[in-house]
């Protein structure tokens, strides 16, 4: 276990649902990630927040949408997604997003299936 | 823009076999690098990383990777692999100036035979 939690690990959802991933780091972090994972492809950065603020998003979509109510959680929300979005996303957490050094801990994934 | 490239996409060895996994980046400013190995069911973790001084690296199991400046290279290296090797392995830039941005290479599949 790195100190970083998922839920769920896997959803499967239809393209008029609306969901939520959550996340939760236990490692004392500022900074938190969401990354897309997908088959064949290199993982994507979607979203950086640092001490609860956005500081990154990667030209995302808007049917995801990050919250961060506060330095250990981190939430993603779904809604009217597409088929392509079907793929492992990730949450990762760092010192903070300031310090280069400070490597990523990831958690499990939620695997997500959009039908 | 950054990029990272791992040419070798699956990898099959037998036990004992020697490994070394390619990874290229292109970037012309300070970088820091880390190769990243996701088990079977299991999280991405981290293997090692290099951020300055000896250019050659050792990290957890046995693994070490040497960066090369004027390749732009961080090749992972294992002398004799085991089947519990069986993996995806990660190579990973950040860039000095855009800490956070962590981009990783497509990966490389590895399946170690008993």
């Known amino acids: 276990e790195t100190g970083v939690t998922q839920t769920p690990r896997h959803l499967v959802m239809g393209m008029t649902n609306k969901k939520s991933l959550k996340c939760e780091q236990h490692?004392?972090?500022?900074?938190m990630y969401w990354y897309k994972q997908s088959a064949k492809k290199p993982l994507e950065l979607m979203f950086v927040?640092?001490?609860?603020?956005?500081?990154e998003n990667n030209s995302v979509p808007s049917r995801f949408s990050p919250e961060c109510p506060n330095s250990s959680h981190l939430f993603l929300h779904l809604h009217t997604l597409q088929p392509e979005d079907s793929a492992l996303y990730l949450c990762?957490?760092?010192?903070?997003?300031?310090?280069?050094?400070?490597?990523?801990?990831f958690g499990p994934g939620t695997r997500l299936t959009v039908t | 823009a950054q990029s990272v490239s791992q040419h070798n996409h699956h990898v099959i060895l037998s036990e004992a076999a020697s490994l070394e996994l390619g990874c290229n980046y292109s970037?012309?400013?300070?970088?820091?690098l880390f190769w990243y190995v996701q088990y079977p069911g299991q999280h991405l973790q981290l293997l090692l990383k290099?951020?300055?001084?000896?250019?050659l690296v050792k990290g957890i199991k046995g693994f070490e990777a040497e960066f090369i400046k004027s390749k732009f290279s961080f090749n992972l290296r294992k002398p004799s692999v085991q089947w519990s090797d069986t993996a995806e392995y990660f190579c990973?830039?950040?860039?000095?100036?855009?800490?956070?941005?962590?981009?990783f290479g497509s990966g490389t599949r590895l399946l170690v035979r008993p």
């Open positions: 990762a957490s760092s010192q903070d997003d300031r310090g280069s050094s400070y490597e990523q801990y």
């Open positions: 490692l004392g972090h500022n900074a």
């Open positions: 927040y640092n001490f609860k603020e956005q500081t």
């Open positions: 970037y012309g400013g300070t970088v820091n």
């Open positions: 290099y951020f300055s001084g000896d250019p």
């Open positions: 990973a830039v950040n860039a000095r100036d855009s800490s956070y941005k962590l981009i």
